[in-house]
Nanobody, 118 residues
Framework: QVQLVESGGGLVQPGGSLRLSCAAS????????MGWYRQAPGKQRELVAR???????DYADSVKGRFTISRENVKNTVYLQMNSLKPEDTAVYYC????????????WGQGTQVTVSS
């Protein structure tokens, strides 16, 4: 069974930081691009950051310079370090695993709530 388990979400004040983790099992981790997506109420799910198997990265313009995605293949884990958080970052954050070749191999975690508020 494939499982992606997110952790690290919670309530934080504007300007604060959070570190999200996503632990994967049931996949050959190094063969998957890993991504973080988020969805706020009334909005479409959007890509926040992505890291490919070769470690190249992509970020949404809204988070560039504030968020950093990384992966530790030996731990089958991807991270999202979020700094200088803003209220508009409030959303449910989802971990995604996408096979680099096989398009149907696409998995999602349950999501973790991030709330940025004073």
């Amino acid at each position: 069974q494939v499982q992606l388990v997110e952790s690290g979400g919670g309530l934080v004040q504007p300007g604060g930081s959070l570190r999200l983790s996503c632990a994967a099992s049931g996949i050959i981790f190094r063969r998957y691009a890993m991504g973080w997506y988020r969805q706020a109420p009334g909005k479409q799910r959007e890509l926040v950051a992505r890291i490919r198997s070769g470690a190249s990265t992509d970020y949404a313009d809204s988070v560039k310079g504030r968020f950093t995605i990384s992966r530790e293949n030996v731990k089958n884990t991807v991270y999202l370090q979020m700094n200088s958080l803003k209220p508009e970052d409030t959303a449910v954050y989802y971990c995604n695993a996408a096979h680099t070749i096989i398009g149907t191999a696409d998995y999602w975690g349950q999501g973790t709530q991030v709330t940025v508020s004073s």
